[in-house]
């Protein structure tokens, strides 16, 4: 029994190793165009040393912050099934009885570790601003852009744990992700004033440059204003479809914006009237969306968007919609734009160059575990896992083989100690009894 035991203990860090190495036999390109389905030659990720060094948690951190929602639930339904599984063997090979309550209580207290350690792992990666892989390798007349993003003035900013997640913050993120700008599109909500005025050129640390807009709700959708819009009021797009015709008719010539159809919403509310809406005068679409609820879009759903963009010469992005949760970037934009182009005019270049329909942006976005990929959704933890592994590069495997060996290097010296002590506790024991 013993044997069996010890086999199974280096099963694990054997097994994981050599599921690490076999995924470089399987590796694919960590960056695609999703409008061309190709890898971009000279871009990168650009790693810091943190985030290398802690490679197993942070990319797994990405991995999960990359999923949809249905995938997301798959995750924990597959957590759950996975711990199960887990333990019926575990009581399988020892042939242990259940009959007695020490078990049972054992089995609790394992439970509600387990859900602690899970619980406080998901918390932290979603709360915590940490190192994080970013753009690199972009030509100097490229700009890498960002075109729906939120602050705390955002209600479901306000009203989170990220409430502090202000403009200042806003940059930073998009700072540390590489991007050269982002717009700060919050719901119903213009940054106006000499605050966000002087803020638009950016801190001179990040160089990362602040655009104006905001995200309208309209009937049954998001529409991104794109520009240094008016305030707006919603109630007169809200009500009915003509509100929300109107507002795209009228965007550019009342606001001085450019209209962008924000996901999901368009693909759950009007998906069959994506032409009228084109015809009322919306200038873009969201292709991706890193925000869960709004990663759902199926690449087949996703290429007829892009055809249709392509025909009416419609330009096409890809956004965070970052609300401040977590530190992964999912996807980016590259603008062309001259490199001479100042800082202080790079927002109004950039809106220059969308009005070029469809060739004015390259989207470049992570490889990711997908909700329309073949992975069962009860097995969303180990598809996580094999995406992830998939796409990393040599040194992050590497970093990942260290920590394998390093954690079960570990659980066995704690063993070996936990047993002598044991031995210890049973020989004083006898030692008494034999004097006495």
């Known amino acids: 029994m013993r044997g069996r035991i010890d086999v199974i203990r280096w099963a694990a860090p054997v097994g994981i190793t050599l599921a690490l190495l076999g995924s470089r036999l399987a590796a694919v390109p960590a960056l695609t165009d999703p409008v061309t389905a190709s890898s971009p030659a000279s871009l990168y990720l650009s790693t810091p040393v943190t985030y290398l060094v ?18 997301l639930q798959g995750f924990l339904a597959g957590l759950a099934a996975l711990y199960l599984i887990w333990r019926f063997l575990s009581h399988l090979l020892v042939r242990r009885s259940l009959r007695h ?7 609790i207290g394992l439970l509600l570790l387990s859900l602690g350690i899970t619980t406080g792992f998901l918390l932290l990666g979603a709360v915590w601003h940490r ?5 690199a390798g972009v030509s100097s007349n490229d700009r890498v ?5 939120h602050t705390s003035l955002s209600h479901d900013v306000a009203s989170t744990w990220m409430r502090g997640f202000d403009a200042e913050a806003n940059q930073r993120w998009h700072a540390r992700a590489g991007f050269d700008a982002v717009f700060i599109t919050d719901h119903n909500a213009v940054g106006r004033g000499p605050a966000f005025a002087s803020r638009q050129s950016g801190s001179p640390e990040t160089a990362t440059s602040w655009c104006p807009g905001i995200e309208v709700s309209a009937w049954r959708a ?10 707006v009021n919603r109630q007169l797009f809200s009500s009915s479809l003509d509100g929300l015709l109107n507002l795209l008719e009228t965007g550019e010539s009342a606001y001085g914006s450019l209209t962008l159809a924000s996901l999901p919403e368009y693909r759950r509310n009007h998906w069959d009237r994506l032409d009228t809406l084109i015809a009322a005068g919306l200038d873009g679409f969201e292709i991706v969306n890193a925000s869960p609820k709004a990663n759902e879009l199926s690449a087949r759903d996703r290429n007829r968007v892009t055809a249709l963009a392509r025909r009416h010469n419609r330009f096409v992005v890809g956004v965070s919609d970052s609300h401040g949760w977590g530190a992964t970037s999912m996807v980016w934009n590259l ?3 001259p490199e001479e182009t100042p800082r202080s005019a790079l927002c109004q270049a950039i809106i220059g160059r ?14 990711r575990l997908r909700p329309d990929d073949r992975w069962p959704m009860w097995l969303t933890p180990l598809g996580v896992l094999w995406e992830t592994w998939r796409s990393m590069g040599w040194t992050l495997t590497l970093s990942w ?30 030692s008494s009894a034999t004097d006495q």
């Open 101 to 107: 309550w020490r078990v049972w209580a054992r089995e």
């Open 222 to 231: 998001h529409v991104v204003l794109l520009g240094d819009t008016l305030p």
């Open 131 to 135: 190192p994080m892989l970013g753009l």
């Open 54 to 71: 802690l490679a197993p948690w942070f990319s797994t951190w990405d991995g999960i912050s990359m999923l949809s929602m249905s995938r």
């Open 354 to 367: 969308l009005q070029q329909g469809f060739p004015a942006v390259r989207i470049v976005e992570r490889h």
């Open 145 to 149: 852009v960002d075109f729906h993003s």
């Open 401 to 430: 083989v260290v920590w394998v060996w390093l954690a079960w290097g570990l659980a066995i010296l704690l063993r070996t100690r936990t047993g002598r002590a044991k031995i210890a506790r049973s020989s004083g024991t006898a």
């Open 335 to 337: 603008v062309r734009i």
